[in-house]
């Protein structure tokens, strides 16, 4: 399995971004694909997940804000950020897993990383 993401950078509040995610190695019927992030202070945490249903699911945290979604003919998962807020600023990593994609110990391989940075 190889995730690779792109899409990160320097916004202000307010401001949005679209992060992607290029996975390849594997039979989408069969993963789950989800986007976690690492931010200041904190451990890495699951913000959304498309399970490998079709159904997809979105933290509380960041519910109204970002958008999770899969287009599985060009093998990308996107996430789209809204409304950005200097609290979101970290490191937003794609990662696989075999059903749930939420929390750490759920997940089978991990993206490299792209770095969101907003400022106020």
């Known amino acids: 399995v190889r995730l690779v993401e792109s899409g990160g950078g320097s916004v202000q509040s307010g401001g949005s971004l679209r992060l992607s995610c290029a996975a390849s190695g594997f039979t989408y019927s069969t993963y789950s694909l989800g986007w976690f992030r690492r931010t200041t202070g904190n451990q890495r945490e699951g913000v959304a997940c498309?399970?490998?249903?079709?159904?997809?699911s979105v933290a509380d945290s960041v519910k109204g804000r970002f958008t999770i979604s899969l287009d599985s003919a060009r093998h990308t998962l996107y996430l789209q950020l809204t409304n950005l807020k200097p609290e979101d600023t970290g490191m937003y990593y794609c990662?696989?897993?075999?059903?749930?994609?939420?929390?750490?110990?759920?997940?089978?391989?991990w993206g490299q990383g792209t770095q969101v940075t907003v400022s106020s």
């Open positions: 498309v399970h490998n249903d079709g159904s997809a």
């Open positions: 990662a696989s897993s075999g059903w749930d994609c939420t929390t750490v110990p759920d997940i089978w391989d």
